[in-house]
T-cell receptor, first 115, second 117 residues
């Protein structure tokens, strides 16, 4: 089965800085997504990472705060910009199209703490 | 926008029992529904995917059903084991391009399951 990796696995950052999270999958996939899991909460969709075009953001999330890139069918990045303590969360990427269209598989997540 | 609710929020049962986890969703025009488990400090593991045209899916001791008309899905776990202890998440997917937004999954808050040895 495919391997989905994220870097970094965790980080502690100062407020006002930015962090870029990478998601790499070892097979070409149709779709890639980014989710956030705040402490003690379930997952919330941030955006769909579209190859070669601007990401599609869910209501409440904006490009200036969460810029996303997807240069090819196996790689995407999410940047958390101008961070505040409220951005402390686990950020997860997911991919779709590995096996069945519509089934999503998740990376291990990036645990971000903002001081 | 789809809303997904899971009950109970937490469940603790002795080993060996059969149990049912419930999931309800507000929009019957659902494209598919997926069940996941999440272990503490780890990512999500996909358990079962039910397409909108299907009524159930089975994998080992797990069986998931989907009733679009009532807006419900259930996850049945047979002969529970301590290794089944985890948080179980239900997530629904709307049809792509159905109402704007990013077309990903909408998650419930999960059922935290503890199987007592």
């Amino acid at each position: 089965s495919a391997v989905i990796s994220q870097k970094p696995s965790r980080d502690i950052c100062q407020r006002g800085t930015s962090l870029t999270i990478q998601c790499q999958v070892d097979s070409q996939v149709t779709m890639m997504f980014w989710y956030r899991q705040q402490p003690g909460q379930s997952l919330t969709l941030i955006a769909t990472a579209n190859q070669g075009s601007e990401a599609t953001y869910e209501s409440g999330f904006v490009i200036d705060k969460f810029p996303i890139s997807r240069p090819n069918l196996t790689f995407s990045t999410l940047t958390v910009s101008n961070m505040s303590p409220e951005d402390s969360s686990i950020y997860l990427c997911s991919v779709e199209g590995l096996i069945y269209f519509g089934e999503q598989f998740f990376g291990p997540g990036t645990r971000l703490t903002v001081l | 926008k789809q809303e997904v609710t899971q009950i109970p929020a937490a469940l603790s049962v002795p080993e060996g029992e059969n149990l049912v986890l419930n999931c309800s969703f507000t929009d019957s025009a659902i494209y598919n529904l997926q069940w996941f488990r999440q272990d503490p400090g780890k990512g999500l593991t996909s358990l079962l995917l039910i397409q909108s045209s299907q009524r159930e899916q089975t994998s080992g001791r797990l069986n998931a059903s989907l009733d679009k008309s009532s807006g419900r899905s259930t996850l049945y776990i047979a002969a529970s084991q301590p290794g089944d202890s985890a948080t179980y998440l239900c997530a629904g997917r709307e049809y792509m391009y159905s109402g704007g937004g990013a077309d990903g999954l909408t998650f419930g808050k999960g059922t935290h399951l503890i199987i007592q040895p």
